[in-house]
């Protein structure tokens, strides 16, 4: 069955440092990838996706994501966080011929000043 | 342009009442998704309609829940006799087609039964 697991359920990093958070899918075929960020009261917004072709994937607010098949992972990276990235961030992966998402539990980020 | 709008945005209801929640999905989209997100989880599939039919309801946990697309547009989602445990955020997310194009969520209905 299609899975999605995100190891880490709370970061915290100062606000300057770099990020990275890890996520690992389980899907028989090709994936389709997504990163997801939600912060408070605000819906679910793409950062970026992954269907084929380079695997270093880039995205909205300076997130990018590489695609590692070998690792069955998607990991989402930042050089310098924002006090303003501080959010719940969602990995998942389209399943059911891509019509519906298999999300992980998410990662919340906290951002020291 | 006008996103994905749900109403209402706070429900909060007895156990036992039935709820309808909407979904007012982009213009021109004629996918529209239901997802549930519970507390401290990721969102879960519910169902997904293209059109006016439900091409997939596989995520609907029991026979209580039910949603129709009756015009292809605007999307209601039924609850019979809630329990504590549907309490939850509701999501929904359209799409201009099924298959692999963005889904763009709305701000969700958070659901409490008391």
């Known amino acids: 069955a299609q899975s999605v697991t995100q190891p880490d359920i709370h970061i915290t990093v100062s606000e300057g440092a770099s990020l990275e958070l890890r996520c690992n899918y389980s899907?028989?075929?090709?994936?389709?990838l997504f990163w997801y960020v939600q912060s408070p009261g605000q819906g679910l917004q793409l950062l970026l996706k992954y269907f084929s072709g380079d695997t270093l994937v880039q995205g909205i607010k300076g997130f990018e994501a590489e695609f590692k098949r070998s690792q069955s992972s998607f990991n989402l990276r930042k050089p310098s966080v924002h006090w303003s990235d501080a959010a719940e961030y969602f990995c998942?992966?389209?399943?059911?011929?891509?019509?519906?998402?298999?999300f992980g539990a998410g990662t919340r980020l906290a951002v020291h000043p | 342009g006008a996103g994905v709008s749900q109403t209402p945005s706070n429900k909060v209801t007895e156990k036992g009442k039935y709820v309808e929640l909407r979904c007012d999905p982009i213009?021109?989209?004629?996918?529209l998704y239901w997802y549930r997100q519970s507390l401290g989880q990721g969102p879960e599939f519910l169902i997904y309609f293209q059109g006016t039919g439900a091409a997939d309801d596989s995520g609907l946990p029991n026979d209580r829940f039910f949603a129709v697309r009756p015009e292809g547009s605007v999307s209601t989602l039924k609850i019979q006799r809630t329990e504590r445990g549907d309490s939850a955020v509701y999501l929904c997310a359209s799409s201009l087609s099924g298959g692999a194009y963005e889904q763009y969520f709305g701000p969700g209905t958070r659901l409490t039964v008391t």
């Open positions: 213009s021109g989209h004629t996918a």
């Open positions: 998942a992966v389209g399943a059911g011929g891509y019509n519906k998402l298999i």
């Open positions: 899907y028989g075929a090709t994936p389709y």
